[in-house]
């Protein structure tokens, strides 16, 4: 996973801030740093979720938003691959912390309906869920259009 003050997507070396679409209304963005704050936000981009989180390898994939829907707002990460598959796979490895089934709860999970990671950490995929996006905008310079 990479954090840095800009985002490179291939020909674009130094995006600040892309918009996405998975249809409808919702808007995704990712930001290569939070700079502003929340309501500095919403009020660019209404009703939009944001995130930080990215794993992008693959400069020629489609892009996903892959999340663990365990909560009113969960944290997504935006994902750069050549297929759903691999969106789920790079989810799993990469982002494996927001997964993880602690030791204590492992014993709820019968042993032949695990899920585990390319690492062999045991992970909860059951409330995964992997949107395709659309790339809608790439900003070079927060706050422009």
Same mark, same amino acid.
């Given at each position: 996973?990479?954090?840095?003050?800009?985002?490179?997507? +291939? $020909?674009? %070396?130094?995006? $600040?801030?892309?918009?996405?679409?998975?249809?409808?209304?919702?808007?995704?963005?990712?930001?290569?740093?939070? $700079?502003?704050?929340?309501?500095?936000?919403? $009020?660019?981009? *209404?009703?939009?979720?944001?995130?930080?989180?990215?794993?992008?390898?693959?400069?020629? +994939?489609?892009?996903?938003?892959?999340?663990?829907? %365990?909560?009113?707002? *969960? *944290?997504?990460?935006?994902?750069?691959?050549?297929?759903?598959?691999?969106?789920? %796979?790079?989810?799993?490895?990469?982002?494996?912390?927001?997964?993880?089934?602690?030791?204590?709860?492992?014993?709820?999970? *019968?042993?032949?309906?695990?899920?585990?990671? +390319?690492?062999?950490?045991?992970? %909860?995929?059951?409330?995964?869920?992997?949107?395709?996006?659309?790339?809608?905008?790439?900003?070079?310079?927060?706050?422009?259009?």
């Amino acid at each position: 996973m990479t954090k840095s003050a800009t985002i490179n997507i +291939g $020909t674009v %070396d130094a995006a $600040t801030e892309l918009v996405f679409s998975a249809g409808g209304d919702r808007r995704y963005v990712l930001q290569a740093a939070r $700079t502003e704050d929340y309501l500095a936000f919403i $009020t660019r981009h *209404p009703g939009a979720a944001r995130t930080t989180d990215f794993y992008i390898e693959d400069t020629e +994939g489609a892009w996903f938003a892959c999340f663990n829907v %365990d909560c009113f707002d *969960p *944290p997504f990460a935006v994902i750069r691959a050549r297929s759903f598959e691999t969106a789920y %796979d790079v989810f799993g490895d990469e982002f494996a912390e927001w997964l993880k089934v602690d030791e204590a709860d492992a014993a709820d999970y *019968p042993e032949d309906e695990r899920d585990y990671n +390319g690492s062999g950490v045991h992970i %909860d995929t059951d409330n995964v869920t992997i949107l395709e996006l659309t790339l809608l905008r790439v900003d070079c310079t927060l706050g422009g259009a």
